[in-house]
């Protein structure tokens, strides 16, 4: 059974850092790309990033570059994404999600609650 | 302001049939596949529709998607109580070289 379990969310400052963890079972983790979106509270869903199976390619959306950064660990089946200069707004669930090549996403993990708040 | 652009809000009876739009532009709907989700609060998103009009296994056939130009929609029909969720529409956009999503639809089942 594919399981992707979030992890690291919590309460941090504005201006603080925070590094989320995606721990991945049940399928061969290196053989797909993974993403990272959010959903703050009363809005909708948001792609944050993606990266490729070896890492190779990576992409972010424009609200976050510069601030995020997306890895992975392959040989611990995990992702995860390092967030710097973290504002109000970045208050959000952050889910991990397995992508089927560039298609779409088919697996979700159920989130992890990262709440910015001085 | 997202770059696919839902409705808010949605709503049928039990066994009816509804629709929800999801308008882009040529760089996303227009030169891209169109994936449907559905979210119940504190759950995980739940793929619905992929590629042209697929279905993941479980999926029932109530549920079909479509595609026009810049523009889709998702189709459910024999609306369910169970059916009442938040769905989202999302597909790559080539000029912001990443993945957007619609705002979202609310469906209430009456």
């Known amino acids: 059974e594919v399981q992707l379990v979030e992890s690291g969310g919590g309460l941090v400052q504005p201006g603080g850092s925070l590094r989320l963890s995606c721990a991945a079972s049940?399928?061969?983790?290196?053989?797909?790309?993974m993403n990272w979106v959010r959903q703050a509270p009363g809005k909708g869903l948001e792609w944050i990033s993606y990266i490729s199976s070896s890492s190779s390619v990576i992409y972010y959306a424009d609200f976050v570059k510069g601030r995020f950064t997306i890895s992975r660990d392959n040989a611990k089946n995990s992702l995860y994404l390092q967030m710097n200069s973290l504002r109000d707004e970045d208050t959000a669930v952050y889910y991990c999600?397995?992508?089927?090549?560039?298609?779409?996403?088919?697996?979700w993990g159920q989130g992890t609650l990262v709440t910015v708040s001085s | 302001q997202s770059v696919l652009t839902q409705p808010p809000s949605a709503s049928g009876t039990p066994g009816q049939r509804v629709t929800i739009s999801c308008s882009g532009s040529s760089s996303n709907i227009g030169s891209n596949t169109v994936n449907w989700y559905q979210h119940l609060p504190g759950r995980a998103p739940k793929l619905l529709i992929y590629?042209?009009?697929q279905r993941p296994s479980g999926v029932p056939d109530r549920f079909s998607g479509s595609k026009s130009g810049t523009s889709a929609s998702l189709a459910i029909s024999g609306l369910q109580s169970e059916d009442e969720a938040d769905y989202y529409c999302t597909a790559w956009d080539d000029s912001l070289n990443g993945r957007v999503f619609g705002g979202g639809t609310k469906l209430t089942v009456l």
């Open positions: 590629s042209k009009n």
């Open positions: 999600a397995r992508i089927v090549g560039v298609s779409h996403f088919d697996y």
């Open positions: 049940g399928f061969t983790f290196s053989y797909y790309s």
